[in-house]
């Protein structure tokens, strides 16, 4: 982890990697991956995955079984200030965070999502429909002020920063987590089944986390010496559930040891007309 525990410290080759890691991770590697995301989903007919937006939808189907990479996949990403091709993303210098710096404003955020079904399943039993889902969901987030990107672009291209720069980084902080979801659904047709309802209950396992804590965290480019930093303040980064990635230790849990939660879906549908569907719902 970074962290300095004492006022003053000496900050290494390698933190500076870390830190160039860590920012990448979180607002640089959410390219391409993606599907249906809610916005359009509503749109496709028959789709299973529509009942992610909205438990009363159903498919015409009387069953239907999902299963890995053949079932729901959805990654979104969202930053304040600039887009992934002015970040460099897929060039020859990905990322270019001088670049990206140009673009910056005085204080950003940018967030990520993936969801990926491990295993659906769907029955209609006349009026009455039931749904088993488990799936990962893995959130990311960060808030960083556009210093962090100038200091990370002057060391990526080896600019001559002056003796005694100052970076201001006491606004930069960053989360991310993973928790499985196991969600169970029934809904019912009502009125000739031109009206649905629905609802679905989570059980949300909690699989890894981190956190950072900043405490006004700045660099400082000694004007004593060339190439060397000291931190002023200070960064923690908390963590837990990655003790399972140890050696000789299962990456694989089914449940969460701790960290456990609960949440519930909502949701109608109308067949207003032949070509005409309304509906609304409340998720999470």
Known sequence: YL??????????GAGLRAMALILT???????????????TLGAFDNVPQQNLINPANTTDSKWY????LLSGVNASYKNSSFTLGQLG????NSPNFTQAFQFADSLNNASAELYIEDFAFGINLGKNFLSLTIAERIIASTEYPDQL????????DGVDIPLGQIFDLSEWNFSAAHYREIALGFGQK???????LAGRAKLLLGQAAVQSDNYNFRLWHRPEEDYNYEVTGRMDILASGFDRFGEGASPF?????ANTGIAFDLGAQYQLGKHVTLFASVTD
Do not use: H, K, V, Y
């Open 190 to 196: 009502l009125f000739n089944d031109r009206l649905s």
């Open 149 to 156: 990107l100038q200091w990370l672009g002057n060391e990526q």
């Open 3 to 12: 962290t300095s525990m004492e006022d003053r410290r000496q900050l290494p």
């Open 25 to 39: 991770l979180t607002i640089g590697n959410f390219s391409n991956l993606g599907a249906q995301n809610p916005m």
């Open 253 to 257: 849990q089914a449940f969460g040891q």
């Open 65 to 68: 079984i999902g299963i890995p």
């Open 89 to 92: 993303i897929g060039s020859e």
